[in-house]
């Protein structure tokens, strides 16, 4: 008989991404995947609603105008999670100065945007308006007489 491969660590790691946190920490922003620099590093596009955080964490990033940041994707989601330019994820902010490039840690991907937009502490930058039902004239009684 052969041995039965376990692939528990990684389906409990699937099972926990895109479950939204009741409340962001005051390290923790959201924003998008602007591109992906190889090494498991990414830019981050942060929105001006959640800049204000990075900046009291980092202040040296005040003067910088496009607000991104390059953040790298933890071992524990490699080859386990996948994120597209674009996506939006929550990402954990060091509290000290980065001996890396990267100025914080992927902690959690966005994968049902409906259900994170519930949220008080989503960006209102990536809020979608509520879609409105088109008027199209029919009315709802019986009309032949």
């Not at 409340?23 to 190889?38: C, F, M, R, T």
């Not at 980092?58 to 330019?85: G, Y």
């Not at 902010?93 to 519930?118: F, H, I």
Request: hydrophobic share 30%; charged share 30%.
């Amino acid at each position: 008989m052969g041995r039965k491969v376990k692939g528990g660590a990684s389906q409990r790691v699937y099972e926990t991404v895109g479950e939204p946190p009741e409340e962001l920490n005051k390290d923790q922003v959201i924003g998008a995947i602007a591109k992906p620099l190889g090494n498991s590093l990414y830019d981050l596009e942060v929105p001006e609603s959640q800049w204000g955080r990075v900046i009291e964490i980092f202040p040296d990033l005040k003067d910088k105008t496009d607000r991104t940041i390059v953040i790298s994707m933890p071992p524990k989601f490699r080859n386990t999670v996948f994120v597209k330019r674009g996506g939006q994820v929550v990402v954990d902010l060091y509290t000290d100065e980065p001996s890396t490039r990267a100025y914080g840690d992927l902690s959690n991907v966005v994968t049902n945007k409906k259900e994170w937009q519930r949220y008080p502490y989503w960006p209102q930058e990536y809020k979608q308006p509520e879609q409105t039902q088109i008027d199209l004239g029919i009315s709802s009684s019986s009309d032949s007489e």
